[in-house]
């Protein structure tokens, strides 16, 4: 069963990228991984919880054999502004020292996230430090961070569905869709 805009009664307001082009993005994203990291020993972490579904099927399409580890933060800001102060809710469970680390992220919005994380993992002193995300938007395309892997550049809109969320809702979506305005108050 296909799942599209119209499932979602009214709640979504557009389907921004389809499963199938998720699916073909991430198969591309993997071929590139792969060849990077050929002979070497790969640890891939998601950043919870957006991070979950790029995580699963990215892994899957892999054919480099990784090792998988978590990090959640939250980031505090006075209302929906991100200040770029990050606290660590769960911690990697592996010392990354010496080791081939690729964070995976679904959205890079502000970039404030990212910058946090490459600089705290950066300081573990891994052997090389990346990233790949699913989105970008355009704030974060103006940060000097250094993101490897970008699956697809987004307009300036609140996505969610496939990892992303609106208050915990529309995080099992196949797809990446815009909301409604009615539903976030606008
Ligand atoms: O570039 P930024 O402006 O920092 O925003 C991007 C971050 O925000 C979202 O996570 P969030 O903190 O909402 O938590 P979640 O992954 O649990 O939804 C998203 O998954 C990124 O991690
Ligand atoms: N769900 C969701 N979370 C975000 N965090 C930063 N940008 C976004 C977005 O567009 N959607
Ligand atoms: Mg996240």
Same mark, same amino acid.
């Given at each position: ?31 590139? /991984?792969?060849?990077? *990291? ?65 964070? /995976? ?53 609140? /996505? /969610? ?8 809702? *529309? ?16």
């Amino acid at each position: 069963m296909r799942v599209d805009a119209k499932d979602m009664g009214t709640d979504l307001k557009s389907v921004l990228i389809t499963k199938e082009e998720i699916d073909a993005k991430l198969a591309e994203l993997a071929a590139k /991984v792969d060849a990077e *990291y050929a002979g070497k020993d790969l640890l891939i972490v998601g950043v919870l919880k957006g991070a979950v579904m790029v995580m699963a099927d990215l892994a899957r399409a892999l054919s480099t054999p990784v090792t998988m580890d978590w990090m959640a933060v939250s980031s505090y800001g006075a209302g929906t502004q991100s200040s770029g102060v990050v606290r660590i809710l769960k911690d990697l469970d592996t010392d990354i020292k010496g080791k081939h680390v690729l964070i /995976v992220e679904d959205i890079i919005d502000s970039g404030l996230t990212l910058s946090w994380l490459l600089s705290n993992l950066g300081s573990r002193e891994p052997a090389s430090l990346e990233v790949c995300t699913l989105l970008r938007k355009p704030e974060a395309a103006k940060v000097a961070i250094d993101v490897k892997w970008i699956g697809f550049d987004i307009p300036n809109e609140f /996505v /969610v569905g496939y990892g992303l969320d609106f208050a915990e809702k *529309y995080r099992n979506l196949p797809f990446v869709g815009t909301l409604a305005p009615h539903v976030y108050g606008g």
